[in-house]
């Protein structure tokens, strides 16, 4: 496995994995990817800014992502005045509990340490106790449960919101 700087050329591969995750219907919102169109616009947009964006390749396959946008750039705001990112990672199922996801949030988290960032955060459905573990061993506490969802799978979930401060 490697991990390494997401570029434009994975544009397809990152669609896929999308694809892949969302129509698990267990751990996002939405059925779906995003328009791979939507999601180049993104990319062409942000890469650019030296952005914690990663990819996990196992024999040139793409098995996992990871990303961390400024609030700003999602167009988020929550009234302290600072920016903060926010938090997004995807894993194919068949290379999930093998350390992927670590691997992914230390690289991330250095990366958003270099850029200065004081704080991320993420949302994360409470029945994905696996995620929260690993979030909680990277020092991310609870911050507030967020209203009730219905998952793609049909499947009522509450989301929470956890929070990770930085230096």
Request: hydrophobic share 45%; net charge neutral; glycine share 8%.
């Amino acid at each position: 496995m490697s991990i390494r700087k997401l570029r434009i050329s994975d544009i397809e591969a990152l669609h896929r994995l999308f694809a892949e995750v969302s129509a698990e219907g267990e751990f996002l919102l939405r059925a779906e990817a995003p328009p791979i169109e939507q999601m180049r616009a993104m990319l062409l947009r942000s890469l650019p800014l030296d952005l914690p964006q990663f990819v996990a390749e196992v024999e040139s396959d793409l098995v996992g992502s990871i990303e961390v946008f400024p609030a700003s750039f999602c167009g988020m705001k929550d009234g302290s005045g600072e920016d903060f990112g926010v938090l997004g990672m995807q894993v194919k199922k068949a290379h999930r509990n093998r350390g992927l996801g670590g691997n992914l949030m230390e690289v991330a988290l250095e990366h958003c340490r270099r850029l200065d960032m004081r704080r991320v955060e993420l949302t994360v459905l409470k029945s994905n106790a696996t995620a929260i573990r690993l979030y909680e061993r990277f020092a991310f506490r609870w911050l507030t449960d967020l209203p009730p969802v219905t998952l793609p799978n049909g499947r009522t979930d509450q989301p929470q919101k956890m929070r990770l401060l930085l230096g």
